[in-house]
């Protein structure tokens, strides 16, 4: 099987490294479509705690969802390719996103807070200059469970049509090809 891969790869190279940039693309985007809808939203709702206990009870919720069953429920809804591929993986990194910044700025001890109001300075920059500084760490994690994820799930965007690496896992499980099936995992193993 060894020199199967060989082969495979030295023959197939350009069209691993498309499948390869597909898989990132798609990650990527996902990632930053759910951060650009997690962060913020966390931030509004440090504000109101009712609200944020839902958001989160609702990404959990869609945590729960198989992924197959979800790309299944937006294909008559957005068609198949990239699209129901990216809502997908939103969906997914939704939760660890929100969940983390909401608790980085949640976190902060209270004296802090009280402190920063009594310098007077307006809520822009509490949350600029100290607030999100302080909670980076715990937004960076998110990001990265998120962007973990993503990776690993993204591997079912090739049942749609959306390419990446899981197409090659996909067409070796079809030809009953284990080469293919190592390529494509093992690359799809090793990107986070």
Same mark, same amino acid.
């Given at each position: 099987?060894?020199?199967?891969?060989?082969?495979?790869?030295?023959?197939?190279?350009?069209?691993?490294?498309?499948?390869?940039?597909?898989?990132?693309?798609?990650?990527?985007?996902?990632?930053?479509?759910?951060?650009?809808?997690?962060?913020?939203?966390?931030?509004?709702?440090?504000?109101?705690?009712?609200?944020?206990?839902?958001?989160?009870?609702?990404?959990?919720?869609?945590?729960?969802?198989?992924?197959?069953?979800?790309?299944?429920?937006?294909?008559?809804?957005? !068609?198949?390719?990239?699209?129901?591929?990216?809502?997908?993986?939103?969906?997914?990194?939704?939760?660890?996103?929100?969940?983390?910044?909401?608790? !980085?700025?949640?976190?902060?001890?209270?004296?802090?807070?009280?402190?920063?109001?009594?310098? !007077?300075?307006?809520?822009?920059?509490?949350?600029?200059?100290?607030?999100?500084?302080?909670?980076?760490?715990?937004?960076?994690?998110?990001?990265?469970?998120?962007?973990?994820?993503?990776?690993?799930?993204?591997?079912?965007?090739?049942?749609?049509?959306? !390419?990446?690496?899981?197409?090659?896992?996909?067409?070796?499980?079809?030809?009953?090809?284990?080469?293919?099936?190592?390529?494509?995992?093992?690359?799809?193993?090793?990107?986070?």
């Amino acid at each position: 099987m060894a020199t199967q891969i060989w082969h495979i790869l030295t023959t197939q190279s350009g069209e691993i490294v498309q499948a390869l940039g597909q898989h990132l693309a798609i990650s990527l985007v996902a990632l930053l479509i759910a951060a650009v809808i997690g962060i913020p939203l966390a931030i509004i709702l440090t504000e109101h705690k009712r609200l944020a206990e839902l958001m989160l009870q609702v990404t959990s919720v869609l945590q729960t969802i198989p992924s197959l069953a979800l790309l299944g429920l937006l294909i008559p809804l957005v !068609g198949i390719g990239t699209v129901p591929a990216v809502i997908t993986l939103v969906l997914y990194a939704l939760m660890p996103i929100f969940q983390n910044t909401y608790a !980085g700025l949640t976190g902060i001890d209270p004296a802090l807070k009280e402190a920063e109001i009594a310098f !007077g300075l307006p809520r822009r920059k509490r949350l600029l200059r100290i607030e999100i500084p302080l909670a980076m760490p715990l937004i960076i994690s998110g990001l990265r469970i998120a962007l973990v994820m993503i990776i690993g799930t993204a591997t079912l965007a090739a049942l749609i049509g959306a !390419g990446g690496l899981g197409t090659y896992i996909l067409v070796g499980i079809q030809s009953n090809n284990n080469a293919l099936l190592v390529i494509g995992a093992a690359l799809s193993a090793i990107l986070p």
